[in-house]
């Protein structure tokens, strides 16, 4: 467990990569708030995120998630799962690095296409999609969340457990991250 607060761990990564899960398991490893952008957007529209999209378009949208994750700064001692429906933002990229440490949770296309089809909701991925297409994105966004990542973790070499022990390692290794 950390000694006393710390920076916020930022979890980043494509939609269906395992931020949330990663996220709970994380916080309560290192006895940190656990934040969920999305949960969170939803909470504050009233609306699932694919109705918030719908219904007023990828500007507020973005708009949203940027003043959600706004509110985090200044906040410490903090595991924040991001959206991972879009793109990041330039914004966004810049407002991940004051928050802390940055982490970029991958996996390949046909783990995110096996998670994706479990979940219903889920945003920007038609129910025909295919590998290649889960790939197609992933590549387009792989450079962003490179720029901004501090450690990467790969979720198809390792377990829920395993990555969660990799990071809190990392934390306590480099505590001003």
Partial sequence: MA????KNIVLSGMMGVGKTAVGRLLAEEMDYAFIDLDAELEEVCGL????IYRRYGKIRFCAEEDLLLS?????TASVI????ALAPAERA????RELGLVVW???????????????QNRL??????????VRRILDERAPLYRQAADLTVDLDE???EQAVCKIAAFCRKNPGF
């Fill in 3 to 6: 000694e006393k607060p710390g």
């Fill in 105 to 119: 949770l991958q996996a390949g296309p046909e783990t995110i296409l096996r998670r994706m089809r479990r979940k």
């Fill in 71 to 75: 509110k985090q700064l200044g906040k």
């Fill in 124 to 133: 920007f991925l038609p129910k025909q999609a295919t590998v290649e297409d």
């Fill in 158 to 160: 390792y377990t829920l």
């Fill in 81 to 84: 799962a991001t959206g991972g």
């Fill in 48 to 51: 699932k995120l694919s109705e």
């Fill in 93 to 96: 990229l810049k407002l991940w």
